[in-house]
């Protein structure tokens, strides 16, 4: 273990060398933690009783997120790179590296088990040794794509373009490999966000080649082009992707693609349609598209009621068992999807969603922060009332007065066939303004939720102090 640290410090310092340009590479440490004191009454278990709780925390930042890329003008290559975030963040009685493998000269592994919260030795057939038998001189870190040491950080060239053209009417060519895609793309609704155009692909084993894009200022243009890499005349495929994107008015977008290739000898074919057409400080979003390729094929629609954000992290709460509920990602408004591969009896799904988190919260002070959405889960509409087809709704709240914060939450599901009734509850008060560096807090939590797969729990009352920066 003392060799990993040897050689993260030393990776550390040839960063700060290697790198003078963005994204920083300074290591930058970070030290948080919290000490609380709860008393807790489980209703369930009948028991009562007080907890201690402690937490101490180290953060290690290497390079920061962020991205480089060349700029230019008239004929020029555009590059960007991106490098996510390399940090280590490690508590009281944890390893740094966690998922790191140690290895020796013969097979014998090194790695830290959370579990046990101790490092375990094992041979190369997977057997639990003592260390005495790990020889600890020979050892090296073991790279893959399983410990954490080979992907934090890991750069990715995001674009890789040659403009010809730059302005109204413009000329580049991407020369990352294509997707030989048609179609795609985000439809979206109130609390689903967001469901996804139809879409087609092509297929070309070790594909290689560009995308050609020509535009000009209401439609533009996409060739995407490749062949299977290098190989021998007689074993040549080439596979291609045309399409076309046509923005005849501000919000309204039309697009249509094919794609082939000589592989499969099968064409890819795909439409869509979107438009938003603001109604005062609130809008109509309808969205429309279909796919086809060969015998496969599938037509997703939608249209959104808005009046506010989108992508809202609602922050429901969850059921237990992992019973689904109203999801993240919201947009406040009122929206029906659709979809269907169109066969002959095929089913066709449908979903109505409602969400807001601004019409109400914004109708008084004391209703800031309060949160509400609901929605019609059906997986075929000809059948109805039948399967897994539920209603979903949930309510968050979250408001301050004075030095009081409330949270509040509530939410219930209701499966159609059999008819099943679940619900989950909570509520909380806390301050930061009668102790410095001090919360003080009471909170419930319960859930009645046993016939949809949850459980019946009369929940728990905490009382509270935590301790923290």
Do not use: R
Not at 9 to 28: D, I, K, R
């Amino acid at each position: 273990m003392k060799k990993i640290v040897g050689i993260i410090a030393g990776l550390a310092l040839v960063a700060g060398m290697a790198f003078a340009a963005e994204p920083s590479v300074t290591p930058v440490a970070e030290f948080d933690g919290n000490a609380s004191l709860e008393w807790i009454a489980n209703l369930d278990n009948e028991t009562t009783g007080m907890k201690n709780d402690a937490s101490a925390s180290f953060k290690l930042t290497f390079v920061s997120e962020g991205t480089k890329a060349t700029t230019g003008d008239g004929l020029w290559g555009e590059l960007e790179i991106k490098a996510g975030k390399w940090e280590i963040k490690y508590g009281e009685g944890e390893a740094v590296f966690a998922s790191a493998v140690v290895q020796d000269k013969d097979g014998n592994t090194e790695a830290w088990d959370a579990d046990k919260k101790a490092f375990v030795y094992k041979d190369k057939d997977g057997k639990e040794i003592t260390e005495d038998k790990f020889d600890s001189s020979s050892a090296v870190i073991v790279y893959s794509k399983k410990n954490v040491l080979a992907v934090p950080g890991a750069p990715s060239v995001e674009k890789a373009i040659i403009h010809f053209i730059d302005g109204d009417m413009y000329a580049k060519m991407n020369i990352k490999a294509p997707s030989l895609e048609v179609g795609g793309g985000d439809i979206l609704t109130a609390t689903s966000s967001k469901k996804a155009f139809p879409k087609q692909s092509v297929t070309l084993t070790d594909k290689a080649g560009f995308t050609f894009t020509f535009g000009l200022p209401i439609v533009e243009f996409n060739l995407q082009f490749a062949d299977n890499g290098q190989k021998k005349g007689d074993a040549k495929k080439f596979g291609f992707v045309l399409d076309a994107n046509v923005k005849p008015i501000t919000d309204l977008s039309i697009y249509a693609g094919v794609g082939y290739s000589t592989e499969e000898e099968k064409a890819a074919f795909a439409v869509k349609a979107a438009y938003k057409l603001p109604i005062g400080d609130m809008y109509l979003k309808p969205s429309v598209g279909f796919a086809l390729k060969d015998k496969a094929k599938e037509l997703g629609a939608g249209v959104l009621f808005g009046w506010g954000g989108d992508g809202i992290e609602a922050k429901f709460e969850k059921f237990s068992n992992s019973v689904t509920n109203v999801p993240d990602k919201c947009a406040d408004g009122v929206s029906i999807f659709l979809k269907s591969t169109l066969e002959n009896k095929a089913p066709m799904s449908f979903l109505f969603s409602f969400f807001d988190s601004k019409l109400i919260a914004g109708a008084s002070d004391a209703l800031k922060g309060f949160k509400i959405g609901a929605q019609l889960d059906v997986a075929d509409l000809a059948n109805f009332g039948k399967g897994k087809d539920a209603f979903d709704m949930a309510i968050a709240y979250s408001n301050t007065f004075d030095i009081w914060k409330i949270d509040a939450n509530l939410g219930a599901k209701f499966l159609l066939d059999p008819s099943k009734f679940g619900m989950l509850y909570g509520f909380g008060v806390s301050t930061d303004g009668i102790i410095a560096n001090t919360t003080l807090y009471a909170k419930y939590k319960g859930e009645h939720a046993k016939d949809i797969g949850g459980a019946d729990l009369k929940g728990t009352v905490t009382l509270g102090a935590k301790i923290h920066f």
